[in-house]
């Protein structure tokens, strides 16, 4: 019999995420498996900006966290038991086994355990540029922005798992990278690093005049595209700056999860520059990630698509190192490690 | 040789428009025309809200308004003279004459000058249902909106000369049409006459709260799309109640050409509903023209397609109706007669 830890939420914020929303719970695991289960050890777990979201008892893409339930999430581990054809003990598999250090699996299910190889691929990387968050870059850049040679991309939270990968997908497509990140360490990662072309550090630049000004000098050609994973003073300061029949791929808006909403300043800059924005969900559509994946594993074998992670060690660091994500403490993929 | 009146430009609003920001012009006509000039005398004008846009000095999808030059804009009238083959005395033709009697036009430049039918349209539908209105609202709702049949489409400014089309256009379709209008007189002609199924009064919903509620019980199923020419409170109200994957063509911002821009307060929800919005100026798809305009002719022709203008008397008027288009005064088209 194996003792299994787990992570609850317990309580839905009022405001800001606190560890008092979570809370450590000791199960055990079945003695033996049913047919057509499979039992998975984590070596990580995925700690991602949209679970925030997903916390608040509010109408959205998805149904809440159940309160008392093991807090959902990509995962990525070992087969150690199974009782089905498709998985042998030693496998690695990529699933959504949540916060949690073991997980059993009805194998049969489309959808819920994908085996993975680690030949030319790190195991971890399958929670980010190989995994979601690749996926999620890849969708918005090349389905809602599509870049021409030569035209400028905006990418905020541009060294997060999403952003970075936005930025050299982009390059690897011709066009100019430009991001915006926080404090000189990650701006300088971006262009030293990932190969962006300029990175913009949002904390020199308090007000909308100061914002507009550095984006007018990092793109002088004005901005085509822009992924945006924030919202709020780095989306006004880039309507300003975008050309005629600019697109946005709205796929986060980190800022305004805790509290008020944050409004956007100049909508009619959405009609005067003739602009097309479009929120999504990568999950909604599964049908493309095969192809995205099939080109996200061939640049991480070949080592054109970078990638960097902070890793928090065991279970219990959960919590603190998703708040410190929310507020911007990791740098790259943040990934809990349980083995 | 003859009076030509004109009103021009001569200075830019500080805030809202005045009639000090016009003034009427008496000029002379040539007394004879250039090989391949026509002579147009004009019958009607238009007044359009993207009018109040192009009087700023500031960078927008058009060059703005020349101050000291005729005030442009689209007219439709008839040929007086000419030294053109394509066009014979007694012609009836649209154009943009701008605030002006006559105008002496190139008619070998293309797009300038077009002969139409007075047979089944009567000469003023060619600035309002069968012309530039008619195909705004025929662009926006088939190539944004795409509305499928039983879907919601919600549109603001619903009896104006765009509006009252977007929704007869949806109603063809098979769509629900809701709009929104200012009090009950034209509430009840956009329900009684036009054929929408619900029309809200936006000056009975002064806060979100309000407004959000009286689109829920007009759109019992969601929201799918939106026609928006309004902006502000409408908007954000419309935000909250759309169904996942809406689209919004984004027309008009009426209500933030004076002064200040008017914030989206919620544009988070763009991505927690997975909304498609796009901003759009009808004058760049020419290549859609002849397909909306054939079926807006036949609409119109057939009683399908209904509309009410108001109509000012004399090229003296026009500031005056202009002002009162801003603010909501006219019912339908407003034009201007000159003949």
Chains 1, 2 share one sequence.
Not at 48 to 74: C, F, I, T, W
Not at 197 to 222: E, M, N, T, V, W
Request: aromatic letters at 6%.
């Amino acid at each position: 019999m194996t003792i299994n830890h787990q992570i609850h939420l317990v309580s839905r914020p009022a405001g800001e995420a606190v560890a008092d929303n979570f809370h450590m719970v000791r199960t055990r695991l079945p003695t033996t498996l049913a047919d057509g289960q499979v039992l998975v050890r984590h070596h990580y777990m995925s700690l991602d900006p949209y679970m925030r979201g997903r916390m608040n008892d509010a109408k959205s893409y998805a149904a809440p966290q159940p309160l008392n339930e093991v807090m959902q999430g990509g995962t990525v581990g070992e087969v150690v038991d199974s009782k089905s054809p498709a998985f042998a003990v030693g496998d690695k598999v990529v699933g959504m086994g949540g916060w949690q250090e073991y997980q059993v699996v009805d194998a049969g299910k489309p959808g819920m355990l994908r085996k993975v190889s680690t030949e030319h691929v790190p195991l971890s990387a399958y929670l980010g540029a190989v995994g979601m968050p690749g996926v999620t870059a890849w969708y918005g850049l090349t389905q809602i922005i599509a870049p021409k040679e030569g035209q400028t991309v905006l990418v905020s939270a541009a060294s997060g798992a999403v952003g970075s990968a936005v930025g050299q997908l982009a390059k690897v497509r011709g066009a100019r990278a430009v991001g915006i990140a926080g404090g000189p360490q990650k701006c300088a990662y971006v262009v030293d690093e990932l190969g962006f072309d300029a990175c913009i550090d949002y904390r020199q630049h308090a007000d909308l005049k100061s914002f507009s000004q550095a984006l007018k000098q990092a793109c002088p050609d004005g901005i085509d595209g822009v992924f945006e994973n924030v919202g709020g003073l780095g989306l006004d300061a880039a309507l300003q700056r975008m050309n005629a029949f600019g697109r946005i791929a709205l796929c986060g808006m980190i800022a305004g999860y805790d509290g008020q909403p944050i409004p956007l300043q100049q909508p009619q800059l959405l009609l005067t520059h003739r602009l097309r924005l479009e929120g999504f969900i990568v999950s909604e559509h599964m049908e493309l990630w095969p192809q995205a994946l099939t080109e996200l594993a061939t640049l991480v074998g070949t080592g054109k698509l970078k990638y960097r992670e902070t890793v928090a060690e065991g279970l219990a660091a959960a919590p603190e190192a998703f708040l410190g994500l929310l507020k911007g403490r990791n740098f790259g993929k943040q990934l809990v490690k349980l083995v």
